[in-house]
Each structure stands twice: as structure tokens, then as C-alpha cells.
Nanobody, 124 residues
Framework: QVNVVESGGGLVQAGGSLRLSCAAS????????MAWFRQAPGKEREFVAG????????LYSDSVKGRFTVSRDNAKNTLYLQMNSLKPEDTAIYYC?????????????????WGQGTQVTVSS
């Protein structure tokens, strides 16, 4: 099992940037594909971005492609999400998740390990 804790959320104006972090502990972090999901009020949780064990493969939703960058530092057991050009529609709780496959996937049900989330609010 891997335990994850998100941080870095906050309030930012449209067009601004935030960097989220996800600190992992427990089993070997480098053996887990990791991903970011988000959930806005009244909406289902959705995939945002994911990264493979080594960081070689990344995957993004169309809504964030070109604005967000997912990365990881296996030496620090940490996952990151750099969010640029933020929009009000990016407002949500952002969750870090992991699964024991090489590559990330879109499906929330394939991730057994989740953090508690961090709130991101983008004002217009």
C-alpha cells in the first residue's frame, strides 16, 4: 500500500499558476503509476493527468493539455502538477491517486490508493 498526501492548493486569479504536490509513503513509490484527478461541486471525479513509473509516459485530459504538466521525483517520493493559465472551470478538489501498473489510466476505479484532496479555486 502507498499513502499519499496532497498539498499546494489555494485561491488564484484566472491566468495564474499553482503547483500541487503529492507526498507518498509506504511501499516503493517508483513502482506505482500516479495520476491527478479532480472533482468540482455537483460533478463526477475526472481524470486530469497521469505519469508512468519512470516518468517516461504521461497522459492528459483534453481540457488541461498544454496548460498543466505532471511530473514526479522518485528520489523524493513526490508527484507534482504544475498548473498554468488557470481558468475558473479548473476550480475543484484535486486528488492524487496511484496504482500498481506501469502506465496511468483514465478510470478512477483502477486506482486503489487516494489522498484526501486539496482545494483549488480560480477566481474570474
Amino acid at each position: 500500500q502507498v499513502n499519499v498526501v496532497e498539498s499546494g492548493g489555494g485561491l488564484v486569479q484566472a491566468g495564474g499558476s499553482l503547483r500541487l504536490s503529492c507526498a507518498a509513503s509506504g511501499r516503493t513509490f517508483s513502482n506505482y503509476a500516479m495520476a491527478w484527478f479532480r472533482q468540482a461541486p455537483g460533478k463526477e471525479r475526472e481524470f486530469v493527468a497521469g505519469i508512468s513509473w519512470t516518468g517516461e509516459n504521461t497522459l492528459y485530459s483534453d481540457s488541461v493539455k498544454g496548460r498543466f504538466t505532471v511530473s514526479r521525483d522518485n528520489a523524493k517520493n513526490t508527484l507534482y502538477l504544475q498548473m498554468n493559465s488557470l481558468k475558473p472551470e479548473d476550480t475543484a478538489i484535486y486528488y492524487c491517486a496511484g496504482h500498481k501498473y506501469y502506465s496511468p489510466t483514465w478510470d478512477t476505479h483502477e486506482y486503489p490508493y487516494w489522498g484526501q484532496g486539496t482545494q483549488v479555486t480560480v477566481s474570474s
